[in-house]
Nanobody
Framework: DVQLQASGGGLVQTGGSLRLSCAASGDIFSIKHMAWFHQAPGKEREFVAAISWILGRTDYGESVLGRFTISRDKTKNTSYLQMNSLKVEDTAVYYC??????????WGQGTQVTVSS
């Protein structure tokens, strides 16, 4: 199993920046990718960004493209989500996710991001 600890959320004004971190522990050698999702009140959980663990290939949701950057530090077993030019509509609980195979993934506890106008 993999355990995840997300951190870095908070309150920021429109146009501001935040960096989220997701530290993995446990069976880290099984990690294939790390990802971030967010879920706003009353809405479904939505894909934000993902990075492949070995090659570092990235993918982004359309709503964050050009504003958010996902990265990972393999020495720290941690992924990061740098969020710039934040908008009110980015307000959500952000969850980190780790995939260890085609049908197995793990979720962190979520961290709240609130963007005020």
């Amino acid at each position: 199993d993999v355990q995840l600890q997300a951190s870095g959320g908070g309150l920021v004004q429109t146009g501001g920046s935040l960096r989220l971190s997701c530290a993995a522990s446990g069976d880290i050698f099984s990690i294939k990718h790390m990802a971030w999702f967010h879920q706003a009140p009353g809405k479904e959980r939505e894909f934000v960004a993902a990075i492949s663990w070995i090659l570092g290939r990235t993918d982004y949701g359309e709503s964050v493209l050009g504003r958010f950057t996902i990265s990972r530090d393999k020495t720290k077993n941690t992924s990061y989500l740098q969020m710039n030019s934040l908008k009110v509509e980015d307000t959500a609980v952000y969850y980190c996710n780790v995939g260890t195979g085609p049908y197995t993934d793990y979720w962190g506890q979520g961290t709240q991001v609130t963007v005020s106008s």
